[in-house]
């Protein structure tokens, strides 16, 4: 089945500077690559999302790039403020109408004031 | 749209007591996932439905949990007899397909 890793588990950067999470796949199948924000507390949402069909797509601050090839996919926010501290994690999954989402193990992000 | 909903929010009970958790999913969705989370082993899938069958609960770690989910609109995951290591939050989240998760609320279990 797929797996899905994160690297590194935590990240601290300063107030306006830019973040950079990555993650990898194992399923070269995996066509689909969903990234969600949770904070303390609350439930995972939806940011922003991929398929395999593109190799970047931008949503103001955050933008998510994928490597098919090296099965790798990152997501970039710029201009980090305090309220982007919060778990982030990536996921993938593979066609069909019965595909299931693998999640990595998060990564936590704290912005410095 | 209310969103997914979960009941109930957090759930105290003691070792060996049954424990129902309920999720209503998004009107419309045919989807529904069960997970859990805690902080060793992160966000787990437990098991899922397409149009209210059961298509994988391999992540049901043992005998004592079960889901159900009689109609579109309603599944329940039931933990019967409940041990302190059964102690996360669970949470139920639908799709109306391949793609975007919406996730509920999530139930804090503690079993004492």
């Known amino acids: 089945g797929e797996n899905v890793e994160q690297h590194p588990s935590t990240l601290s950067v300063q107030e306006g500077d830019s973040a950079v999470i990555k993650c990898t796949y194992s399923?070269?199948?995996?066509?689909?690559f969903p990234w969600y924000k949770q904070e303390l507390g609350k439930r995972p949402q939806l940011i922003i999302d991929?398929?395999?069909?593109?190799g970047e797509k931008k949503d103001q601050r955050i933008a998510v790039t994928l490597n098919k090839t090296a099965k790798h996919f990152s997501l970039h926010i710029t201009e980090t403020q305090p309220e982007d501290s919060a778990v982030y994690f990536c996921?993938?999954?593979?066609?069909?109408?019965?595909?299931?989402?693998?999640f990595g193990k998060g990564i936590t992000l704290s912005v410095r004031p | 749209d209310a969103g997914v909903i979960q009941s109930p929010r957090h759930e105290v009970t003691e070792m060996g007591q049954e424990v129902t958790l309920r999720c209503k999913p998004i009107?419309?969705?045919?989807?529904l996932f069960w997970y859990r989370q805690t902080m060793m082993r992160g966000l787990e899938l437990l098991i899922y439905?397409?149009?209210?069958?059961?298509?994988?609960d391999s992540g049901m770690p043992e005998d004592r949990f079960s889901a159900k989910m009689p109609n579109a609109s309603f599944s329940t995951l039931k933990i019967q007899p409940s041990e302190p290591r059964d102690s996360a939050v669970y949470f139920c989240?639908?799709?109306?397909?391949?793609?975007?998760?919406?996730f509920g609320p999530g139930t804090r279990l503690t079993v004492l």
């Open positions: 989240a639908s799709s109306s397909g391949p793609g975007e998760q919406f």
């Open positions: 399923d070269s199948a995996s066509n689909y």
């Open positions: 991929i398929r395999s069909n593109v």
């Open positions: 996921a993938a999954s593979g066609p069909g109408a019965n595909s299931k989402l693998t």
């Open positions: 009107s419309g969705h045919n989807s």
């Open positions: 439905f397409n149009n209210n069958v059961p298509i994988d």
